[in-house]
């Protein structure tokens, strides 16, 4: 949970910035005003292209030599590519090189995180009695939410702390720098963690996979397609906030004081964080597919009002706009690593995982900031971006219902690939 934590800081304080300086500092040499902004949130997109990629490597290297060695490189990508992310020189001093630069290090985090996700998901649950793994697995879920409020928070002192200039010029490169001390408490963490016990029994037993994703791709099409399409309805609806879509136009738009916007978050982030644990450890005892409806039903249904509600302007309206999204991705998002580690079998559980998690936020979420920036500014309305996610809660919604349920079955490297018995 920690070292997912300091990882999802490191990558969403990019997310933040995106949407408070980048447009200015970093692109507004090839364009200006709304379009800036729009290829600043595209920065933030363009690493979820390198995720499958990180994923099927990492998945690749997880499978065969074990999921701990992958915790360790991913998190050092994160935080070396964050660091640097805080020592690039802006447009005005170095041209067209600053925003090249600066995508290139988003590349590295996200081939960071194409693997990261499934390193911690499987260690979390791989540990974990079979009854329990919906409350083990919501821990690294939670290390996104916890990571955003890190993040939101770093940030929010920063900017009660200086003046705007000084916010612009020096004050917003603080939390990227920062992330060096983060960067060697979760390596000290994370090398004294022991390797899941089921990798241990497919070291000792030699069962594992020579090529996990090529039979990723010819045994478990069906378990990879569900867990993509399950991810992109609920990375879309997350990444309104994650991706800082709704910090910037609370506060581009609405005119909404930042300091303000960025403790609301914050705060709505330890709910975020409580209900996530609530959700895996009620999916334990409903079933990770129930849990799973009852999330992207909240979604489907409370997008519409989110979206009133932040147009008002009103502070305590955004706060409860917020908070009604967090219960529809907390039961949405906190039974995932459970899910999808007893969705395949362990040869291939890193690879499958991984991918799943990779390719669904890539569909859904990677450019989710951009679409519904580009919606908003060409209808001047935000109803279509409610619009936007209540679609993909119901597509997820749709998928996820076919999913054959496992909930508390045996997932150890002993256990048939395939359980004769589901749960409905």
Same mark, same amino acid.
């Given at each position: 949970?920690?070292?997912?934590?300091?990882?999802?800081?490191?990558?969403?304080?990019?997310?933040?910035?995106?949407?408070?300086?980048?447009?200015?500092?970093?692109?507004?040499?090839?364009?200006?005003?709304?379009?800036? /902004?729009?290829?600043?949130?595209?920065?933030?997109?363009?690493?979820?292209?390198?995720?499958?990629?990180?994923?099927?490597?990492? #998945?690749?290297?997880?499978?065969?030599? #074990?999921?701990?060695?992958?915790?360790?490189?991913?998190?050092?990508?994160?935080?070396?590519?964050?660091?640097?992310?805080?020592?690039?020189?802006?447009?005005? /001093?170095?041209?067209?090189?600053?925003?090249?630069?600066?995508?290139?290090?988003?590349?590295?985090?996200?081939?960071?995180?194409?693997?990261?996700?499934?390193?911690?998901?499987?260690?979390?649950?791989?540990?974990?009695?079979?009854?329990?793994?919906?409350?083990?697995?919501?821990?690294? /879920?939670?290390?996104?939410?916890?990571?955003?409020?890190?993040?939101?928070?770093?940030?929010?002192?920063?900017?009660?702390?200086?003046?705007?200039?000084?916010?612009?010029?020096?004050?917003?490169?603080?939390?990227?720098?920062?992330?060096?001390?983060?960067?060697?408490?979760?390596?000290?963490?994370?090398?004294?963690?022991?390797?899941?016990?089921?990798?241990?029994?497919?070291?000792?037993?030699?069962?594992?996979?020579?090529?996990?994703?090529?039979?990723?791709?010819?045994?478990?099409?069906?378990?990879?397609?569900?867990?993509?399409?399950?991810?992109?309805?609920?990375?879309?609806?997350?990444?309104?906030?994650?991706?800082?879509?709704?910090?910037?136009?609370?506060?581009?738009?609405?005119?909404? %004081?930042?300091?303000?916007?960025?403790?609301?978050?914050?705060?709505?982030?330890?709910?975020?964080?409580?209900?996530?644990?609530?959700?895996?450890?009620?999916?334990?005892?409903?079933?990770?597919?129930?849990?799973?409806?009852?999330?992207?039903?909240?979604?489907?249904?409370?997008?519409?009002?989110?979206?009133?509600?932040? %147009?008002?302007?009103?502070?305590?309206?955004?706060?409860?706009?917020?908070?009604?999204?967090?219960?529809?991705?907390?039961?949405?998002?906190? /039974?995932?690593?459970?899910?999808?580690?007893?969705?395949?079998?362990?040869?291939?559980?890193?690879?499958?995982?991984?991918?799943?998690?990779?390719?669904?936020?890539?569909?859904?979420?990677?450019?989710?900031?951009?679409?519904?920036?580009?919606?908003?500014?060409?209808?001047?309305?935000?109803?279509?971006?409610?619009?936007?996610?209540?679609?993909?809660?119901?597509?997820?919604?749709?998928?996820?219902?076919?999913?054959? %349920?496992?909930?508390?079955?045996?997932?150890?490297?002993?256990?048939?690939?395939?359980?004769?018995?589901?749960?409905?």
């Amino acid at each position: 949970m920690i070292g997912t934590t300091i990882e999802w800081y490191d990558f969403f304080i990019y997310a933040n910035a995106a949407a408070l300086v980048f447009a200015p500092l970093y692109f507004s040499h090839a364009t200006s005003g709304a379009m800036a /902004q729009i290829v600043a949130f595209m920065s933030v997109g363009i690493s979820f292209f390198f995720r499958p990629l990180g994923a099927a490597i990492a #998945g690749h290297l997880g499978d065969r030599i #074990g999921r701990k060695r992958l915790l360790v490189v991913t998190l050092t990508m994160m935080g070396t590519a964050t660091v640097l992310m805080g020592l690039t020189p802006t447009a005005a /001093q170095i041209g067209v090189l600053a925003p090249l630069l600066l995508v290139l290090l988003r590349i590295v985090q996200g081939l960071s995180t194409g693997g990261e996700w499934g390193a911690a998901a499987l260690m979390a649950v791989e540990h974990a009695p079979d009854h329990r793994r919906g409350y083990f697995g919501s821990f690294p /879920q939670i290390g996104a939410a916890a990571g955003m409020l890190l993040a939101t928070g770093a940030l929010a002192i920063v900017s009660a702390t200086t003046t705007a200039e000084q916010f612009m010029a020096w004050g917003w490169r603080l939390p990227f720098l920062g992330s060096i001390v983060l960067l060697v408490v979760g390596l000290y963490i994370r090398r004294r963690v022991g390797e899941s016990p089921v990798f241990e029994e497919l070291e000792q037993t030699s069962k594992r996979a020579s090529a996990p994703i090529a039979q990723v791709l010819k045994r478990h099409k069906t378990e990879l397609f569900q867990a993509t399409w399950a991810y992109a309805g609920v990375n879309a609806a997350a990444y309104m906030v994650l991706g800082g879509y709704v910090l910037s136009y609370s506060t581009n738009s609405l005119g909404l %004081d930042r300091t303000g916007v960025l403790t609301i978050i914050a705060v709505v982030n330890v709910l975020w964080i409580a209900l996530t644990i609530w959700a895996g450890a009620l999916s334990d005892r409903i079933g990770r597919v129930n849990t799973y409806k009852i999330g992207f039903i909240s979604l489907a249904v409370w997008v519409f009002p989110m979206f009133l509600l932040i %147009d008002t302007g009103s502070y305590l309206a955004l706060v409860v706009a917020l908070a009604g999204l967090a219960v529809g991705l907390s039961f949405s998002y906190g /039974q995932q690593s459970a899910m999808y580690a007893e969705m395949f079998p362990a040869q291939v559980r890193f690879t499958g995982a991984s991918l799943g998690y990779a390719l669904g936020s890539i569909i859904g979420g990677g450019f989710a900031p951009t679409i519904a920036s580009a919606l908003q500014t060409s209808t001047g309305s935000t109803m279509p971006v409610a619009a936007y996610l209540a679609l993909w809660a119901l597509i997820a919604l749709a998928v996820v219902w076919k999913v054959k %349920d496992r909930t508390g079955q045996d997932i150890s490297a002993a256990a048939a690939a395939t359980p004769t018995t589901t749960r409905g």
